[in-house]
């Protein structure tokens, strides 16, 4: 992200909630790694859905969290319908093709041959819906990371008080 994009966003950021305050150098290292488009929809996406923001809020988790949502994610509905509509087309004996590796993934968890053959497909829904729910989360999770960029996890370190160290002279 270039600099000028980041001054701009976060001065509106601050403008628009005054009682949140915190040091834009520190955010600044922190969210350096989100491109352009990513921190506009995310602050955009701040601006207009939240009302205020509170005392505890951690905004640089905020901003990452918005800056990364898929908002074109499937539901488990819809993943659950591609993998009924492929038990009708290839059966226990066919090779699956889905759209999405979550749902792929689920589907090897539970077993393919498993979910064709059972006679309670009601409970292989469910368990499918709790496996395909989790593996997103997990995706959620590892997409608002800072991308293993060793440079800015040093930063992070640095930026962050010495926690737990007595002081000197006492």
């Known amino acids: 992200m270039r600099n000028e994009i980041f001054k701009k966003g976060f001065a509106l950021l601050l403008k628009t909630f005054p009682d949140k305050q915190f040091p834009p150098e520190i955010a600044w290292k922190l969210l350096m790694d989100l491109s352009d488009a990513e921190f506009e929809k995310a602050i955009l996406n701040i601006l207009t859905t939240h009302i205020e923001i509170y ?27 591609e993998v009924l509509y492929e038990i009708s087309r ?23 041959r498993e979910m064709c053959m059972s006679e309670k497909i009601a409970i292989e829904r469910a368990h499918f819906f709790k496996v395909f729910e989790n593996l997103q989360q997990r995706e959620n999770r590892e997409r608002l990371y800072i991308n293993n960029n060793v440079e800015l996890l040093e930063i992070t370190k640095k930026a962050m008080p010495r926690i737990g160290r007595k002081s000197e002279g006492v």
């Open 90 to 112: 290839v059966g226990h004996y066919g090779c699956p093709k889905f759209s999405n590796p979550t749902i792929s993934s689920a589907v090897y968890y539970i077993g393919w």
């Open 55 to 81: 005392p505890n809020t951690n905004i640089i988790a905020l901003i990452r969290e918005k800056a990364k949502l898929d908002t074109h994610q499937l539901t488990a509905g819809e993943a659950w319908g």
